[in-house]
């Protein structure tokens, strides 16, 4: 992969205002096809706002979001989803109740072909298609390292391996490209470098761009090919994880004068 790749999402000139509060302003910014980029800064930044202007949850006040050379602006998040831009959340949000095969199916339904009246009368297609999203959804599971838990409800299983079931879900959309959540929160050191080879092996083999929003500056600087920093919702600071280590606008506005980025 390479960051001159030509980009599979675009941002441009993208501003967000609540109530005259200015929460992004006017910034830009490219998702190279097959990369993984970050998005950093501190609390307030405006960082899940652009995440959710990204995958329609709110839409710009001014600028475009371009996927695939497709103005998206302002499209439903269902159907940008169903597009190919899949997103995992900060605070997990499965179906607690339902197993971990189950909740990766749901997120099938964009791509089933056998309709509701299908699906009530229980055709041949329908009967098929169930069979196939099975198998799909045992697959994902496995891809992600949770095989085991297909049958098992998701409240039940481990606080890692329901970030890793997010990511199988997100997956099932066939996405190209993959929004990432505040993916370690809560995670161990441990489970936090792991999360590190995930990551690229999600790419390398799903042939997908990743997108993360991350505090885990450890993780950040061994995953990214680019970092992006937002402060106070405008653009300050872009480079290589080397460039954005040494940048003394990130150190004071995300790090802090004294920080010390893992090296």
Same mark, same amino acid.
């Given at each position: ?14 501003? =967000? ?14 998702? !190279? ?8 800064? !501190? ?21 475009? /979001? ?8 302002? /499209? =439903? ?7 190919? /831009? ?17 909740? =990766?199916? /749901? ?6 072909? %056998? ?23 045992? %697959? ?42 505040? !993916? ?76 010390? =980025?893992?090296?």
């Amino acid at each position: 992969m390479s960051l001159d790749s030509a980009p599979v999402l675009e941002a441009k000139n993208i501003s =967000v205002e609540f109530g005259g509060l200015k929460a992004v302003e006017d910034v830009s910014f490219e998702i !190279p096809d097959r990369s993984v980029v970050s998005l950093i800064g !501190p609390n307030g930044a405006g960082k899940t706002t652009f995440f959710n202007v990204l995958t329609g949850l709110y839409k710009p006040t001014s600028g475009f /979001v371009i996927y695939n050379g497709e103005d998206i602006t302002g /499209v =439903v998040p269902h159907v940008i989803a169903a597009k190919g /831009v899949a997103r995992t959340f900060q605070n997990i949000r499965l179906f607690g109740l339902m197993t971990a095969e189950e909740n =990766v199916m /749901v997120a099938m339904h964009s791509h089933l072909k %056998a309709g509701i009246i299908g699906t009530i009368i229980g055709s041949p297609l329908q009967r098929r298609e169930e069979r196939e999203a099975r198998e799909e959804a045992r %697959a994902l599971l496995s891809f992600v390292g949770i095989g085991k838990t297909a049958p098992e409800f998701a409240r039940n299983l481990s606080y890692g391996d329901q970030r890793r079931l997010e990511v199988a879900r997100a997956l099932a959309l066939r996405p190209k490209v993959l929004l990432l959540d505040e !993916p370690t929160a809560g995670m161990n050191p441990q489970e936090s470098a792991v999360f590190v080879d995930f990551v690229h092996k999600v790419r390398d083999e799903k042939n997908l761009a990743i997108l993360l929003i991350e505090h885990d500056m450890s993780v950040v600087m061994k995953v990214s090919e680019r970092i992006t920093v937002l402060d106070r919702g405008m653009k300050i600071a872009e480079g290589s994880p080397a460039d954005i280590k040494s940048n003394p606008r990130v150190i004071e506005a995300y790090l802090g004068k004294s920080a010390e =980025v893992n090296k």
